[in-house]
């Protein structure tokens, strides 16, 4: 087991070099000269030479990747010139109020995911399936943006009922309770469409292992069908859903781009959007590079997780 | 093409997806000649006008401009980035998949790590580095979403066509003297047009929604040209005041994406034939009863199955797998249920129970009894505490009837504890010495076994014990040796032969193989297409066979030492049960079959010693 969870850490290293070279190629394609991308197109000559100097940039690519590199390493991300901070510094306090949000969205999506697709396999065409079949076609199709406004209108505009943006109240908030109230509707929007995917792959998962032989056997023994549902289907089941979490994780991520922009959470997503129109290129870099490593790395735990449910991987 | 939309329209969400998206797609083409205000015209008089306005069908948004015709206008563009991003995405995708799946080796390894790297990313991640280098921009957002969605096409087309390359066609062309140029485009892509196709028109809608996405945080299109995203993203400082500027062009978005995912299903579905063909059906808790009248004849015993009929619907064909069928099992005996695959001897052992998959499996008709309980009408809370209690299986393939992450000790304490109110400990107890008694060999330790840990012939000792862990008083076994090696076979049968005698328990040993009955069942019954043709005692059978049928099942059994001899196979196949004929199912493939034999039903006849033959070999 411990050697299975080493290997699969070894092989992310490649993984790892693979993605920041991504980000460093497609940085590196950025038109002109790119410390004055970096100052903005007021900046005096020596600062722009200084710059040039400082990041490499007079040296060949490969080796101004490497420098990069052990940079980034060194936990050296450079500075913002439209926040004037270290890069991460305010990734690492955007991301954490990401997590805060799109870890709260994952876990209810994969919650209520498989809850809604167990139940829709069980009672295969019957009422709830239906129901479950017509609330995943909206999920998946809403926009979760649109969504976003409309909870907005609905909940905050029209009931009063939760405030409609930010992550804290401005006036004597700042406690979990003000925190739980805030989060509320951008957690559950972002859930939405993930919610709608892990429900219907679940169905399809479940229902496919209901024809096994072993369910055979389960009912064969006498076991009660709840039981035979949720724990023998269920689990068999979630060897083919887990993958998919892993990979709604990352649509997790992605929604949270737009759900921040909507609820004014102070997220990395809402971040890079405004690093880009200020043209706040090490910002973009260091915010693209920390997050795809984070996600990677979640991508392993989510391999460990399958190893540990399912013992015909580890060997 | 014709039956193909009839199969997607008779999804009638499909329908419903195609006929909205044809409406959209047909307004957002006559846009141009449709009689609308021009969608940048401002009337700063007229701001913020509700729905059904005069002259603003739908208002105006905060510089006065007709929301109607930016509404229209807006969906027209982006269709046709959606579309756009859909062919160029598809396209590259395609190309770089099928040199890599064509190529193979280092060319498809280099590819596909690259791939595997794009894939490492949240998508959006990608799409705002790129926009981030490009600037914002409506052309640049198509162009990043374009190349988020190339690896799932690469990923896609890459696996088919390694599917294609290594069919008989290619080789067949390469060994015609084609170039690789030749065989690509003349033998490859037409084969990978139709996928890609599909492919495409089912992520036309997702990729709208991407595009609109990175348009609504104002990278995307750039005022005063407005897509459903960038409305959407303008109209939202006037949440509060205006709501109808935001729920307009949101909505649009909605109704586009869905009805593009709702006919998109319904092509996958017409195209997938496993979902066409219901197979994907829900095996229920038990078999589903459509039981007539219940038969009144009284013989109490055991196990008592009266006239039996199973069948499976599907569509509207019905196989009739199980047909009149009537067994009795008294306490410590062995009967032996004999056919060839597809007699439906395991759906009658199946139908005892009400373990018949439903969907499609149907008890139709008979009675079964325990005791004199009737097993077919009672309700499922009745059968669940008499199934491995009493009644207990053993089944054919011990590595797929075993939990493949349970750990066997697990398996067998369920088994226990379904029925016993007793502790873990004492079941984990009780679960070591059953293994012990099927002669498991370190049953302590291996109790955290996993089933792909252990080999065929010690599954089926697990399964053995699972059976006998409530001590039942019958055990069916549906061929549970067949899976096994010859030597395991015979320690297997051995075992199970030993337990009867020890617990005095009721088997039925269902199999194809008279050898294993001769060697195990004091009585024998032989099915063949659903029905029983003869039954009696093992010895009396075998020693004068009177069914045809009987006769040459026994002759096709090899005997160790019995010399050379030629193994007379029986010519021709087992009838089909949705078309049996009438008479003598096993008219067509006997070599003593008259005219009389096609005529009619044939009567099961006899007292203890029964043949269903008008012309049997001897007399019984």
Known sequence: ?315 | MKPFLRLVFRNRLAGFGGCVLGIIVILAILTPILPLRPPNETDTANRFLRPLSEGYLLGTDHLGRDLLSRLLWGTRLSLAVGVAAALAAGIAGAAIGVIAGFFGARTDNVTMRGIDMLMAFPYILLALAIVAVLGPGLFNALIAVTVVNIPFFARNIRGVTVGIVHREFIDAARLAGMGDARILIGEVVPNIVPVVVIAMSTTIGWMILETAGLSFLGLGSQPPQADLGSMLGEARAAIITAPHTSIVPGAMILLIVMSVNLLGDGIRDALDPRLRAGALARPSAATRVERKTEPTTKDDGLLRVFSLETQFHAGNRVYRAVDDVSLRLDPGECLGLVGESGSGKSVAALSIMGLVASPPGVITGGAVRLDGQDLIGAPYAVLRSLRGRRVAYVFQDPLSSLHPIYRIGDQLIEAIRTHAPISHAEAHARAIGLLEDVRFPNPRERMRAYPHELSGGMRQRVGIAMALANDPDIIIADEPTTALDVTVQAQILALLDELRRKRGLAILFITHDFGVVAQLCDRVAVMYGGRILETGATADVLAAPSHPYTRRLISCVPELGAGRRKLPAIPGLPPAVDALPPGCAFAPRCDRVRDACREGQIELRGDDRKVRCLFPEAAP
């Open chain 1, 1 to 315: 087991m411990g050697i299975y969870i080493l290997k699969r850490l070894v092989t992310a290293i490649p993984v790892l070099v693979g993605v920041s070279l991504i980000v460093f190629l497609i940085m590196a394609m950025i038109p002109g000269d790119p410390a004055t991308a970096i100052l903005g197109s007021y900046a005096t000559p020596e600062n722009v030479e200084r710059l040039n100097r400082q990041l490499g940039l007079d040296q060949p690519l490969w080796q101004r990747y490497f420098i990069w590199l052990g940079n980034l390493l060194q936990g050296d991300f450079g500075r913002s010139f439209a926040l004037n901070r270290p890069v991460l510094d305010e990734v690492l306090e955007r991301f954490s109020a990401t997590l805060v949000l799109a870890g709260t969205a994952f876990v209810l999506c994969s919650i209520l995911g498989i809850a809604a697709g167990v139940v829709s396999a069980a009672r295969q065409n019957e009422l709830a399936d239906k129901a479950v079949t017509v609330v995943v076609i909206l999920g998946i199709s809403i926009p979760s943006f649109f969504l976003g406004i409309m909870m907005i209108l609905l909940f905050a505009v029209k009931l009063r009922l939760l405030p409609a943006s930010g992550m804290y109240s401005v006036w004597g908030g700042g406690d979990l309770p003000d925190l739980l109230r805030h989060l509320t509707m951008p957690a559950l929007a972002l859930a939405v469409v993930a919610t709608g995917v892990i429900a219907r792959l679940s169905r399809g998962a479940m229902l496919e292992v209901l024809r096994q032989d072993f369910i055979r056997t389960a009912r064969a023994k006498g076991v009660h069908e709840r039981r035979v549902i949720w724990h023998h289907a269920l689990r068999a089941a979630m060897v083919g859903i887990i993958p998919v979490l892993g990979i709604q994780a990352g649509f997790v991520l992605s929604g949270a781009v737009y759900i921040e922009t909507v609820f004014q959470w102070p997220g990395v997503g809402r971040m890079l959007v405004d690093a880009i129109l200020k043209r706040d290129i090490l910002l973009v870099q260091g915010g693209v590079v920390f997050v795809a490593a984070c996600y990677v790395c979640f991508n392993i735990l989510v391999d460990v997780a399958q190893s540990l449910l399912d013992p015909r991987i580890r060997t």
